[in-house]
Structure formats: structure tokens, C-alpha cells
């Protein structure tokens, strides 16, 4: 009964599975997707720009000029502009080219390095808590806000307008180098 072992070797050494259907299951249970063509950043995640963008943990640094009303447009269908440094990568943001902020508003009083958390009472020195490599009106601030240190100012010289509201629903943003990071819904 050697034909067994033969045959055997045979049919394995033919087998080819199709792995292009294959679906992951994390420990949760969650389905973490069936495209395994491409290699995605960070797990494979999928990109939470609109376009470009760069994966900092487990949101995204999208950056992007934007009008009044349109920072969430830098981000994906099902993600939004984020509100914490909750999972964020804060030391890979911040070699990442440009600022990226979080929908975590603050006001300096005159001086951003000690900007605080919250919206702007008075309206003349509203600043955006966030990350990213530029330097130019970009300070570390002595108080955090949402788990950032670092905030922009918001003038005209950092190309960043806050003058219709301290939301970032009421900002624009003038450089093609900042933008806004993005985390998932």
C-alpha cells in the first residue's frame, strides 16, 4: 500500500490556494479586511486622507489648504478631524513636514508658549493644538491641551485664519504643507 503516500504527494504538491479571499479576523472579531494586494501603513489601516497623507499611529496627517467650513473635507469617507491625541504617534507626527491639528482649539493671551486648552474668549490669539515638524509660528506650550504641546498660532503670518470662531469648523488654512489630522469615526 505504497501508492497512498504517492498519491498523496501528488495532490499536495499541486494544491494553490487562492489567497486573494482571505479575510483576517482580529482577537475582537472585527473584520480587518479581504484586499491583501496592497500593503497599507500602520495594520492595515486604510488611509484616512481624502489624498495623501501620512499614517502617525492611528490617525492620519492630511495635509491640504482649506476654507472656512472644510478642514473635515482633508479627511476620508468615515473619518473626521480628531479631538484628542488619543492613539496618535505624536513622535512620528512631528517629523512629518508641516502642522497638523486636532480639533483642540486654545488661546495664548499674547504669548503661545503658554497657550491654554479651550476656546478663545476675546478672539485676537486663538491658536490649534497639534503636531508636525514646522517650526515657524509653531511653539511647545507649557500647558497641554487633549494630550498636544504643540500649538500654532493663528495669525496671518502662519498662512492660518481663526478670526470667524474658535472651532475648527470656523478656520482656514492658506499653506498646501499643514492641514488637519484624522482619526476614524
Same mark, same amino acid.
Given at each position: 500500500?505504497?501508492?497512498?503516500?504517492?498519491?498523496?504527494?501528488?495532490? @499536495?504538491?499541486?494544491?494553490?490556494?487562492?489567497?486573494?479571499?482571505?479575510? !483576517?479576523?482580529?482577537?475582537?472579531?472585527?473584520?480587518?479586511? $479581504?484586499?491583501?494586494?496592497?500593503?497599507? =501603513?500602520?495594520?492595515?489601516? =486604510?488611509?484616512?486622507?481624502?489624498?495623501?497623507?501620512? *499614517? @502617525?499611529?492611528?490617525?492620519?496627517?492630511?495635509?491640504?489648504?482649506? $476654507?472656512?467650513?472644510?478642514?473635515?473635507?482633508?479627511?476620508? $469617507?468615515?473619518?473626521?478631524?480628531?479631538?484628542?491625541?488619543?492613539? !496618535? &504617534?505624536? %513622535?512620528?507626527?512631528?517629523?512629518?513636514?508641516?502642522?497638523? *491639528?486636532? &480639533?483642540?482649539?486654545?488661546?495664548?493671551?499674547?504669548?503661545?508658549?503658554?497657550?491654554?486648552?479651550?476656546?478663545?474668549?476675546?478672539?485676537?490669539?486663538?491658536?490649534?493644538?497639534?503636531?508636525?515638524?514646522? $517650526?515657524?509660528? @509653531?511653539? @511647545?506650550?507649557?500647558?497641554?491641551?487633549?494630550?498636544?504641546?504643540?500649538?500654532? %498660532?493663528?495669525? =496671518?503670518?502662519?498662512?492660518?485664519?481663526?478670526? %470667524?470662531?474658535?472651532?475648527? &469648523?470656523?478656520?482656514?488654512?492658506?499653506?498646501?504643507?499643514?492641514?488637519?489630522?484624522?482619526?476614524?469615526?
Amino acid at each position: 500500500m505504497r501508492v497512498f503516500p504517492a498519491v498523496l504527494t501528488v495532490l @499536495v504538491g499541486c494544491f494553490e490556494p487562492d489567497t486573494s479571499r482571505i479575510q !483576517i479576523i482580529d482577537d475582537a472579531g472585527a473584520n480587518a479586511g $479581504t484586499d491583501l494586494s496592497s500593503p497599507q =501603513p500602520d495594520g492595515g489601516n =486604510p488611509s484616512g486622507c481624502a489624498a495623501g497623507g501620512q *499614517a @502617525v499611529g492611528a490617525a492620519w496627517a492630511c495635509p491640504g489648504k482649506f $476654507t472656512v467650513g472644510h478642514a473635515k473635507d482633508l479627511c476620508q $469617507t468615515g473619518f473626521t478631524v480628531c479631538t484628542s491625541a488619543l492613539g !496618535i &504617534d505624536l %513622535s512620528k507626527c512631528d517629523v512629518t513636514p508641516g502642522f497638523y *491639528a486636532a &480639533d483642540a482649539p486654545g488661546y495664548d493671551g499674547g504669548f503661545p508658549d503658554l497657550a491654554m486648552c479651550g476656546p478663545d474668549p476675546g478672539g485676537s490669539n486663538r491658536d490649534y493644538f497639534g503636531c508636525g515638524g514646522r $517650526t515657524a509660528n @509653531v511653539s @511647545v506650550g507649557k500647558n497641554a491641551c487633549k494630550g498636544f504641546v504643540k500649538v500654532l %498660532s493663528c495669525q =496671518p503670518s502662519s498662512g492660518w485664519d481663526c478670526f %470667524s470662531g474658535p472651532s475648527i &469648523d470656523k478656520t482656514a488654512n492658506n499653506n498646501n504643507s499643514d492641514g488637519v489630522l484624522c482619526c476614524k469615526v
